[in-house]
């Protein structure tokens, strides 16, 4: 189906363990975006892509790896996990950095 | 970096007009507004989006005074399913350009009750 999926939609894993979160969108939107959102927060940028091999930082990058290799596929790796990233996870796609961002169904993360 | 304030949350009642008011006090020349709405464990969703004055679609309006360091999202006659999180989301390019920044308020609650 078309559209924008995550996976897993749940994961609970132990501080110091590396976790992916895997992101694909099937419209061929050049921007994918990743953020966190936590109670008294809102939504927080991680990281950003604006194409294939090209990433940038945003708001809260820190403990996060990103990588695009391929237009469709941008994962999120946690390399070491800690209590303070627990959260839930929300990527996103658009046509262009302004443009209506569409939102995954989101993968809530807990680290023990 | 602009900073984006939002009530926390709001009641209303089915039927009535609703107004959310987000602060953006630092907000950059080349910084648009949007907004989203979020229901429980689902990703946040476009409602509408503008630079400045109104915009109106066939959901919401969205006014931007002529300071643009405030917005307010109007929500006609509500309805039981308007109940959400509504968010406001400042962004535009950066200088140079590089991009720039965008950041969500905190979110307001809005619940609607019959």
């Known amino acids: 189906d078309a559209g924008i999926t995550q996976s897993p939609r749940y994961k609970i894993t132990e501080t110091g363990r590396q976790v992916t979160l895997m992101c694909h969108q099937t419209w061929s939107h050049s921007y994918m975006f990743w953020y966190r959102q936590d109670l008294g927060h809102g939504l927080r940028l991680i990281y950003y892509s604006a194409a294939a091999d090209i990433t940038d930082k945003g708001e809260v990058p820190d403990g996060y790896v990103v990588s695009r290799s391929k237009t469709e596929n941008f994962p999120l790796t946690l390399e070491s996990a800690t209590r303070s990233q627990t959260s839930v996870y929300f990527c996103a796609s658009s046509v262009s950095w302004l443009d209506e961002q569409f939102f995954g169904p989101g993968t809530r993360l807990t680290v023990l | 970096l602009a900073k984006t304030t939002q009530p926390i949350s709001m009641d209303s009642y089915e039927g009535q007009e609703v107004n959310i008011t987000c602060s953006h006090n630092?907000?950059?020349?080349?910084?648009?507004i949007t907004w989203y709405q979020q229901f429980p464990s689902q990703g946040p969703r476009f409602i509408i989006q503008?630079?400045?004055t109104k915009v109106t679609n066939e959901v919401a309006s969205l006014f931007i005074p002529a300071d643009r360091k405030s917005s307010t999202l109007s929500l006609p006659r509500v309805s039981l399913s308007d109940t959400a999180v509504y968010y406001c989301?400042?962004?535009?390019?950066?200088?140079?350009?590089?991009?720039?920044?965008?950041?969500f308020g905190k979110g307001t609650k809005l619940s609607v009750k019959p």
């Open positions: 630092n907000i950059a020349t080349n910084d648009y």
């Open positions: 989301l400042v962004g535009g390019p950066g200088d140079g350009g590089s991009q720039g920044n965008l950041i």
């Open positions: 503008g630079y400045k």
